[in-house]
């Protein structure tokens, strides 16, 4: 299976790696970067959506569980911790 990863995710994602311990790094890395392609080939994320993502004191790398079919959160909305995008075809 080919990846593509997006390089506004990458570099978020890159962000969020500064100021960890690097004996903790290893694992969680490839594991991280594994679920961000995932995210990547089954949704389309938007930079509005990427920036306010970066924002967010707390990220988790998971799509929102409460997005509805575009994508858009029902649930915190501005301030949820996962990430949103439209499904791709
Ligand atoms: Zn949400």
């Not at 679920?35 to 938007?46: E, P, S």
């Not at 924002?55 to 569980?65: G, K, L």
């Amino acid at each position: 299976m080919l990846y593509v990863i997006d390089d506004e995710m990458f570099d978020i994602w890159a962000g969020t790696l500064e100021g960890r311990q690097a004996r903790h790094m290893n694992g969680l890395v490839g594991l991280e970067l594994e679920r961000i392609m995932d995210i990547a080939n089954n949704y389309k994320v938007t930079t509005d959506e990427l920036n306010r993502f970066a924002e967010q004191s707390e990220r988790w790398w998971v799509i929102c569980p409460r997005q509805n079919l575009e994508g858009e959160c029902e649930g915190r909305g501005y301030h949820c911790r996962h990430i949103h995008g439209k499904p791709r075809d």
